[in-house]
């Protein structure tokens, strides 16, 4: 069996992928019947459950797992002066372009100053827009030095709302959180006096972030609506950097766990740090149009708490009751986006391969990852004996294995082939020897060969391979 990799086919990777998600249930684009809404994405019933699996899977290595760090699910709505005090409403009319190429996003006004034309960021938009395309070609992206920008557009990655405004009145917006480690840095305080949690430990939540980005794209890479799995580690200052050194060889372990190909992972070390942090890396995995950002490890000094110490006015600092030291905690962070780790897994486990003179797609998953994690098929659909015994084994394996499907449309070959698209690493068939043998033959999806197995050993068989 010759198994082609992802590399011999890079161009068109992207496509299929797409046309597979949407093909089998994983992901649909958004309000497809009307047309669709840009950068927003459903996971369908394959979807969710890859989707749950992943969430499940750095839950249990980011809280489970760890007597220091404890987990959260804060809200998506919070006071606005949150907000103010992170940072993110400062330059909410600034103009941008977004390079095409490298996804930075420039001030349009200061890259043409910085030409010597006199632009600043009260001029609107047209104007600005204007003035930016009729220099173009003098403009090069400060990131990666190509021409290749989208329209100047005065905005804000914070998505506005007008939650609890019922009189059209000039209210304040709120907004819908851009990210969700501000509902933990808030929450501090709540956490250490309520747990027995003591410097250094960490505070974990996985939920929906928004994003007015301008140009979503890249399927679920970039959207407006996505998914973020945030861990936010405090620590005595002068420990920060050990933690982060500890953290990011954590991070690396729990996603390699995941089944990834090492090759298609890497280190990249940021150039360009924000003036509060100390050191930032992201784990890159190997896209289809080449490595770019999956997560993010960062050392973020302690910015966050001191920020809402003065925003709020409380004294968000820590008192070590051993030392009688009071400090504001410094912080270490990781975080992913639950799309662009679901997108990197499928890219890594989407394999072609000739089986038995056909060629065939197959999803080579982690079986804990698996949307399915068996199918049991009766040989023919028309033995009445042959379905009876198959839906007794189904139902005596989907006691302890779920999910699992029972099938018995169509032809064996085209069961299987619909099992390998999804992944399902055992499809399991009663055929008239189980009738007489009380075993069933077990297909290993990789390789396609087939294994007679007695029906009392199964079930702890394939268990033992799906646990997390
Ligand atoms: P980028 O530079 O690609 O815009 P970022 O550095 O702004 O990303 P962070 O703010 O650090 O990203 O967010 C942490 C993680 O959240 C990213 O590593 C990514 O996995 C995910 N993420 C961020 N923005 C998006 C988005 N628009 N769509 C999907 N996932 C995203």
Same mark, same amino acid.
């Given at each position: 069996m010759s198994e082609n990799s992802k590399k011999n086919d890079s161009a068109g990777l992207m496509e299929k992928i797409v046309s597979l998600c949407k093909r089998r249930g994983f992901v649909y684009p958004s309000s497809e019947i009307y047309s669709g809404f840009a950068g927003v994405y459903d996971y369908g019933p394959m979807g969710v459950e890859l989707e749950n699996n992943l969430k499940a899977h750095w839950w249990k290595w980011?809280?489970?797992?760890?007597?220091?760090i404890v987990g959260l699910d804060s809200s998506?709505?919070?006071?606005?002066q949150i907000w103010e005090a992170s940072g993110?409403?400062?330059?909410?009319f600034d103009p941008m372009v977004e390079c095409?190429?490298?996804?930075a996003r420039i001030r349009a006004d200061k890259m043409l100053e910085d030409i010597g034309v006199k632009a600043d960021?009260?001029?609107?938009e047209e104007k600005l827009n204007g003035l930016f395309q009729e220099n173009e070609q003098k403009i090069?992206?400060?990131?990666?030095?190509?021409r290749n920008f989208t329209k100047v557009k005065k905005f804000n990655l914070l998505v506005k709302s007008n939650l609890g405004?019922?009189?059209?009145?000039?209210m304040a917006p709120s907004y819908?959180?851009? @990210? /969700?480690c501000q509902g933990i840095y808030v929450n501090f305080k709540n956490v250490v006096d309520s747990q027995?949690?003591?410097?250094?430990f960490g505070i974990a939540q996985i939920g929906k972030a928004f994003r007015n980005e301008i140009s979503p794209r890249q399927f679920l890479f970039r959207g407006r609506e996505f998914e973020q799995m945030e861990m936010q580690y405090f620590t005595r200052p002068e420990e920060e950097m050990s933690e982060y050194e500890k953290l990011k060889e954590y991070r690396w372990k729990a996603i390699l766990s995941l089944g990834f190909?090492?090759?298609n992972l890497r280190w990249k070390k940021h150039d360009n740090l924000v003036f509060y942090a100390k050191e930032a890396y992201d784990v890159e995995y190997n896209f289809p149009w080449g490595f770019d950002e999956m997560e993010g490890i960062h050392?973020?000094?302690?910015?966050d708490l001191t920020q809402h110490s003065k925003g709020s006015g409380k004294d968000l600092s820590y008192h070590?009751? @051993? /030392?009688?030291e009071k400090f504001i905690p410094h912080i270490v962070e990781s975080s992913g986006g639950v799309g662009r780790l679901f997108f990197a897994i499928m890219c890594d486990a989407y394999k072609e391969d000739e089986l038995g003179g056909e060629t065939r797609v197959y999803l080579k998953l982690k079986p804990s990852l698996a949307p399915v994690k068996a199918a049991v098929f009766?040989?023919?659909?028309?033995?009445p004996e042959l379905v009876s015994k198959a839906k007794e084994v189904f139902d005596m394996l989907n006691e302890e294995i779920q999910p699992m499907v029972f099938d018995d449309n169509g032809n064996i070959g085209k069961r299987y082939r619909r099992q390998d698209e999804i992944g399902t690493p055992y499809c399991i068939t009663v055929d008239f020897d189980s009738l007489e043998k009380n075993d069933v033959t077990v297909r290993d999806r990789d390789t396609g060969k087939q294994e007679r197995v007695s029906i009392a050993d199964i079930g702890a068989r394939i268990k033992g391979a799906i646990s997390l």
């Open positions: 980011m809280v489970h797992k760890r007597q220091d998506i709505f919070m006071n606005p993110h409403t400062k330059g909410f095409k190429e490298c996804n960021e009260k001029m609107p090069k992206c400060p990131k990666c030095g190509k405004d019922f009189t059209d009145s000039n819908l959180r851009g @990210e /969700t027995h949690v003591k410097v250094p190909d090492e090759s050392a973020r000094g302690n910015y070590d009751s @051993e /030392t009688n009766p040989l023919l659909k028309n033995k």
